[in-house]
């Protein structure tokens, strides 16, 4: 939730969870202290909550939301998150994600795969995952766009991976998914957008290269950044050198940004990431 | 402050703030699940609360701290903390804490240098801070140490900053300014605790060395951790590398302890600290 | 190779390959300069070199290491590396490696997992590789060595990877495989040595946790480093947070020691490691 | 030096060294292999050597420059090289760099410090170095450049550093000191190029921010990348923080890149920085 900071506004919004029963079990707050707006995340058990589960956002909205100004979500956490993976011919993202998936690491459900290539099919079957090869050209796309729109929707997606898939997301599904379709672009941002980035990093003779994850919005690589790192590098590093290294960090980050977004610890506002502890 | 954690209880103490006109300026809290403790860190503007600043303590005791088992310290920020510098021979450190001083990064007041060597002598010309040579030898020792302690009292010694400084501290000197005294090992801790780190991770091979900055106790090289860093090395590094390598990182792992203790917001528990954001 | 230096030993050296027909496709050398030994790895083309290869050896030594005190091994790089796997419960390591392999950027076999554990061998079935169940307990001990010796020595195996495989190499196994078992650590060594480094670093309240490959060596986590990395960590995380970040650093640290032995970079000398770039 | 690879080149151009009585004490080579170029950069003894010192260029181009078509550069070490330093009106970067000089970590000398701004005047007066303040507007710009290329002209000044000195290089300036100056610019490039980088890299919400150091080129921030590096961020970071966080990383960074300049280990090419071990 956000709202502008008032006086006693973490005392305000907790007094709903505390004064009906209910535990809290996560609180993390941040003050945008340019702007005055109060941030929260707060997580609380619902086992003696006297107000029923779906009368939660109600109540709330009447009671805290409009008196205060609060922009809020609610999720309440008694399934697990259902994530599609689209793929195009690189397996180290995927590979890394199933892998976390199979470990039990991640309470996520994963009911298919989309690749507009062929080739990843045996990983599918590896994990037992639905894969469905699409293919994208600039004839066949919009065809291709409702195809995977409908397969999400049968399948009831909540959040969509970009495991390194090769292709521009169109705005219909980038407006169905806001804020829930994660990307992993291999640079360091807003350095190196578009393609080729490994290119122009071994070009300009940076020292060292990146690897940015972030959500999905119109405008090419300009979404809002949720996790970054780099690795670094030197004059001995051929291009095929910042593709292998720049891998291990693609993965890393990648699945960095996916855990937060699965615990729904980012809240997004004006193309930007508060990523809560 | 940290207490028994409870239902409602950020509520509860920022209460104390809030009905008396105090103007929260930064909150940060966190909850040990495991040993369910609960620790914040509150900043309040004083102009508007109605509790005069000499009585806030008795008032905040009397009402909270017994009540809720809360252990707290409590500090009014209305003038620079008083810094002593410790060195030996070695500048690197100390430049860097008197060129903070000196942009005005920080504000503190280092109204003295004390040294067991004359090398530095100049730096304290340079920066117009009194340089104390005091030798130590094991003979002189406890002479040397009571000299240190008059001229730490005489000088209102708020906390100590040992910039590579290579003697033992007494556990007189401990115990007088406990949690007050910090130091900056070569290493990463608990790697390589004693004298001659460099020599000991060129020895051992290691691919990283590391920097540690922790309070002193009377344990050598264990006490509470406030920060740390590493570098990479390779084979190619002798130990002279490892010790030009490692300047950077002690001076910086040491200022931005003595940044977080500047701010107050290390709370020390256990031989553990918990640095506020 | 390495030997005593002198002036001109590279020139030396490489008139072995330049003289002989070979094509130099790499070549980096490092001078000890505390002990005054040379040390060079260089690859080269075999299409048009004059000498047999299987005479090479022989020639070099005769001519060149005897002469020079060269100590030197040879690798033709004629076939793909065969690599053993051995694993417990955790599935991180091993599902990296086996990613890598699948995509192709490792040219290695890997004919077997071995485990004392039964819980991983999906992981076999869906690689297709054989997973060898061989319960190790403390009677059954030298039984499940000669088996595992057995299967490794059938398997024509050059070298093990230990990817989180919880239990003491045996003697016998560690003199068949000097040098050529990789183990990870999960710890920034030497901080940390044995069982449950994780609850150490919380205990000792660290800002930073480490992962540590090595060569397997009788000493217990005292062989010699081939990678270190680290993440930093806060007063925050917990012990599972810390297993759970460690488990990135795990991974990542094994395959690029992994990647280096494959490469054969490593040169392993009084317990150090050099590691070719 | 460098040129086009080709078999046995080593062996062939460190002949000139080893023929002539020199002791090689670093060589570290490098091909790229992709334009198929030979780098190398040699230091020798020149006690026993038997070409007179202020021969040697004539010599070396006659016998293997021309020949062997080698592009090189000669130095001969026996004066510190002296090194200007420009500055506005922010002293960490100085204050990094001239604690160096005073502690003997680099050989250098500093006849001058040169600034628009009359506010680190003292910094001068610490350190015994002139400090010429020659106010730079867009009238008296040329003028002002004429009185700064007389004063590094006077001084016989090898390089030049820019320690955060907020002024555009004049061309002329450039000229004269191809690949010897020196700037820090606070970002990651080629990450927010031009004025006040740490507004924008907040704007776009990174995660990390950079500092990078570069040869000046007449492009604005496009010139040869010498080092660079990054610090974590968080949202919770203002401006202010990544000015001060921004702070440390520009000064080490800074430092690192005059540490490899002074030790003539840096051979640009292409607009890119091969910088030796």
Known sequence: MHCPDRPGIIAILTQFINANGGNIIYLDQYVDTV????????????TDFIIPTDKIADYFNTLYALPY????????NNRPQRMAIFVSKMSHCIYDILARKASGEWD???PLIISNHPDLERIGQQFNIPYHYIPVTPDTKPEATAQQLKLLSDSKIDFIVLARYMQIIPQEMIDRYKHRIINIHHSFLPAFIGAKPYHAAYQR???????TSHY???????GPIIEQDITRITHRDTINDLVRKGR??????LSRAIQKHIERKILTINNKTIVFS
């Open 205 to 211: 003779g940076v020292k060292l290269i990146g690897a």
């Open 248 to 253: 291990d960090l693609e993965k890393i980050v």
């Open 216 to 222: 999905v919005t119109p405008e090419l690589d300009a």
């Open 108 to 110: 996520v459900e994963i």
């Open 35 to 46: 702007n005055s707006i109060f941030y929260m995340r707060v997580e609380w058990d619902l």
């Open 69 to 76: 100004n609060v922009n809020f979500s609610l999720y309440v």
